[in-house]
């Protein structure tokens, strides 16, 4: 983990974090067993058809000293859509989100809550200097992912190095203000999310972060052509 404790710290009992896990069977346990140290709430949002709402439930009757909830959906949320229906339904100070293949370890999120003691956000980037990446992703991702945020950046003005990782926390007054506006579901909702929070005076931190490629990523080149078209739908409609 980098060496950064933040600016005082936050309790973990006011935090929640969101995991959107579409047919994260054959992985989900391994994450499970990562975030049981974690004191605050956990709520997975399970939208895909295997039975990961089933390996949820199993630990979560063995664990019944985490405070975790499992939500299902008949038919496919999307990334964004998934995150958005886990943010509403938390109902403590912080909320974060991570991705379920656990390239973010828990001791890298509850350092980014912990800087929410000074920030209403606080995104983790795999691009600044002082990032850590023990495993990174293979050339053609790394490439497409820089080709992304000169995009970003052209259409929205963002300033961030790395809007796509998967490790973010926000003030519940802050993502108050913005998820009623949101419309984003797809892979393009966290562009969307920063968007937003800037437009409405919200800071939001980029901070460095430890992240390990553990897989490559879900983003088809179908999803990746809807993410696109998303993000000019949303900048010029």
């Known amino acids: 983990m980098l060496n950064d ?3 005082g710290g936050v ?13 994260e069977e054959q992985r989900i346990q391994s994450l499970l067993l990562d975030l049981s140290g974690f004191s605050g709430d956990l709520i997975f949002v399970c939208d895909g058809t295997d039975a990961t709402p089933a390996v949820i439930g199993a630990f979560a009757q063995a664990h019944p000293s985490l405070a975790i909830r499992c939500l299902t959906y008949p038919t496919r949320l999307g990334k964004g859509g998934g995150v958005v229906a886990g943010m509403r339904a ?15 370890s828990l001791a890298e999120m509850e350092r980014l809550f912990d800087r929410l003691a000074a920030a209403d956000g606080v995104i983790g980037s795999r691009w600044l200097p ?7 992703q293979g050339f ?7 080709l992304f945020n000169l995009l970003v950046r052209m259409l929205f003005g963002l300033g961030y190095c790395d809007t796509q990782c998967g490790a973010k926390a926000f003030r519940r007054e802050a993502l108050d203000k913005v998820l009623p ?18 437009q409405r005076g919200c800071r939001v931190e980029e901070v460095p972060i430890t992240w390990e490629n553990r897989d490559e990523s879900k983003v088809a080149t179908t999803d990746a052509k809807k993410m696109l078209l998303g993000m000019v739908r949303l900048r010029f409609g």
């Open 5 to 7: 404790t933040g600016n």
């Open 11 to 23: 309790s973990r009992g006011d935090c929640t974090l969101v995991i959107p896990a579409y047919n």
């Open 90 to 104: 938390a109902t403590t100070r912080y909320v974060g989100y991570m991705d379920a293949d656990g390239s973010t």
């Open 130 to 136: 002082d990032s850590v990446l023990p495993v990174r």
């Open 140 to 146: 053609r991702r790394r490439v497409e992912s820089r």
């Open 181 to 198: 506006a949101i419309r984003s579901t797809g892979f393009e909702f966290d562009v969307e999310l920063l968007w937003r929070l800037r």
